[in-house]
């Protein structure tokens, strides 16, 4: 007998065919994968195994700040009760922490080292999303990065090892660009390497992100009474819905990395006048910077042409809140990470193994263009659970949510140390980052 037939008047399921392929797909690279190496010696042993437990003996204290910010949720801008909560766990370890750093109230920086050597920064999101809340796993983003702090703290403070560790708070990195801002105040000047991570549905040492710009475009038209008089008019909302056609188009010209999604955000009043002003806004994503420059000159273009078709005025608005760039992830960190997190029994996926269509966008991509940086992923769920969901944000605080915590606190940790304990390593990573074009100017990029 077959399933009853589905209600027309509700929301039909997508088929999950594809995400089934690309499970599958996945698998079978993963069994046949290589996992980056790295030939550089690193820190001695005797350090690393320090660091680790010191991590460990902290797992208490992690797990309480995991859940404490997943039952406390804050959005961007907002996250003052998550920044003080990661500065009250410092104090408690007698480390002391600014929270306002760098021009923004929920901004935090700590710093624990000689002051000598290299500087790696390691970065704390906090931010929950609207509805959902950590649907997005940044508790568990930030509590790695304090244990990650912490355990280097262990060997740092006693003089074992020369350098600087940073802890920083990142804001709003769901949209709002905290660490674009922090870097335009300095936040990452002097700092030799970047180390955070990010919770997924994979273990994987390298995962693309997009760069995302966002355009709003307002329309203006001329209002008239849109039965007796309509000619007199000239219509914003037409404008839009002229425009929302036009990018649907677009999209069959586009790469496969390339995405664009739009809302109209104001359609006029009544529907017996014709709508004075129209507006909507765009989030335009692409893999390379380069892409993403030309993706929004189309976007301009037709957002122009609406304008022209309709007989209205238009404003274009670009980056808001700023842009994004794609992360350049540095394979010689990567490799650390990866050595590292198969200490702890997880095996992280080289480039180009879990799918690439699986991708967002985030503000560590601005930070990877000024400074090497890794953003690898943890798994926390399994490949059908994705982030943004209510799903992901209970794996958040599940076992699993709980054993990333101390298992990416420590790969952060060990790969930091590394960098700061091995000269030649420092040297390789400088130098993959030189050779990838080294540090970009965002206004430049994207005009």
């Not at 599958?24 to 010696?41: G, K, N, Q, Y």
């Not at 590394?418 to 990029?445: I, K, N, S």
Request: hydrophobic content about 45%; overall charge negative; aromatic content about 4%.
């Amino acid at each position: 007998m077959s399933d009853a037939a589905p209600d027309p008047r509700r929301p039909q399921p997508a088929d999950t065919a594809h995400l089934q392929q690309l499970r599958a797909a996945t698998d079978r690279a993963a069994a046949t994968a290589e996992p980056l190496t790295s030939s550089h010696a690193g820190a001695p042993e005797e350090l690393l195994a320090r660091v680790e437990q010191a991590v460990e003996a902290s797992a208490e204290d992690l797990r309480g700040l995991s859940h404490d910010l997943h039952a406390h949720p804050e959005e961007g801008y907002e996250e003052h009760r998550s920044a003080r909560a990661v500065a009250d766990l410092l104090a408690r370890h007698g480390i002391e922490a600014q929270v306002g750093a760098h021009g923004l109230e929920t901004a935090l920086r700590a710093t624990t080292g000689s002051g000598d050597g290299p500087t790696v920064a390691l970065l704390a999101e906090y931010d929950a999303l609207p509805g959902i809340g950590h649907g997005c796993g940044h508790n568990i983003i930030c509590s790695s990065a304090v244990g990650a702090f912490l355990g280097l703290a262990a060997v740092l403070s006693a003089g074992d090892v020369g350098g600087t560790a940073v802890l920083l708070g990142t804001p709003a990195e769901e949209g709002g660009g905290g660490k674009e801002l922090m870097a335009r105040d300095g936040a990452f000047d002097g700092v030799d390497a970047v180390v955070m991570l990010h919770p997924f549905s994979y273990d994987a040492a390298v995962q693309p992100f997009l760069g995302r710009r966002q355009l709003r475009i307002t329309y203006t038209g001329i209002a008239a009474h849109a039965s007796a008089q309509p000619f007199m008019g000239r219509n914003a909302l037409d404008a839009v819905v002229a425009c929302y056609s036009g990018v649907a188009m677009l999209r069959q010209h586009v790469p496969d990395t390339d995405r664009v999604h739009g809302i109209i955000t104001d359609g006029g009043q009544r529907p017996n006048v014709v709508p004075e002003t129209a507006e909507a806004l765009y989030y335009v994503r692409s893999a390379t910077p380069e892409t993403l420059a030309d993706l929004s000159r189309r976007m301009e273009a037709i957002a122009v042409a609406a304008a022209a078709m309709t007989g209205c005025g238009y404003e274009l608005h670009w980056d808001e809140m700023p842009a994004y760039l794609p992360i350049r992830a540095n394979l010689e960190l990567a490799a650390r990470w990866t050595r590292h997190q198969a200490r702890r029994g997880r095996s992280a996926l080289p480039p180009g193994v879990t799918p690439a269509s699986l991708a967002g966008s985030t503000d560590l991509g601005n930070v990877s263009v000024r400074v090497p940086s890794i953003h690898p992923m943890i798994a926390i769920a399994d490949p059908d659970t994705s982030m943004h969901t209510t799903g992901f944000a209970t794996a958040a605080v599940s076992p699993a949510g709980d054993r990333a915590v101390l298992d990416g606190a420590v790969g952060l940790a060990l790969t930091a140390l590394d960098v700061l304990a091995d000269p030649e390593l420092l040297a390789a990573v400088r130098a993959e980052f030189d050779a990838e074009g080294g540090v970009l100017d965002l206004e430049e990029v994207l005009g």
